[in-house]
């Protein structure tokens, strides 16, 4: 029997970093959260923060400070809030100004001609942002980061939004800003697009420098080619 190929039919989203740019906004809170512990993160030791859950990243500041065994799970649950706090405080007033360039177009134009869409954000702060942004309508599928046992790298999350808008990995595009969530698509058997440099993103199957470049067409047309 001849296969059936597949189509695009859905479209799913990171929000930080390739919505908005709270990945900025994340590192700040870390930032402060970590020298509070008395350590010095940079931007490039962020990238291994991005797309990776609260607890998780705190691990990973913990870690790369070698002081991980000096708190118990009661102590890192409250450094991880009181970086929520910070963080919550650094989003009060984001607004649809706040789009990354091209994305609110580009969301309408996938609408328009039929695609469906979906989040798959790690972040549990995703739906207040939505509503922030005033984009939310948009999205037919918000996947739920509290319901997932493996958070990025893992495909999980990509795999519960694609379930939620009915379609089948390979009918998907996954769009991310991080290696971590790069990986999860991959995993999830999606056709990866990456926003941002590519000393970070080397496994995505399209990449671009910035939200400004990301059309449909372009990235139809890389799925196309591959
Ligand atoms: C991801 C961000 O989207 O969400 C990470 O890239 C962040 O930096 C993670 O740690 C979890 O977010 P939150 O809002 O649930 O702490
Ligand atoms: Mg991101």
Redo the contacts with the bound molecule.
Sequence with gaps: MIGVLPLIKAFIF????VITDT?DL?FEAWRKCAEKLGLTIDLSFNEQ??????MG?LNRILDYGGIANQYSMEEKQRLAEE??EY?KKLILDVSPKDILPGIQPLLVEMKRDGYKIGLA??????PTLLKSLEIDEFFEAKAD?STIAKGKPAPDIFLQAASILKVQPTECIGIED?NAGIEAIKKAGMFAVGIGDAEYLKEADYLVYSTVELTLENMLKAWHSR
């Design positions: 990171d929000l930080d970093g990945a994340h923060l991005k797309g990776v859950d609260r990243s970086k929520n963080y954000s790690a972040s549990k702060n995703a980061p991080a």
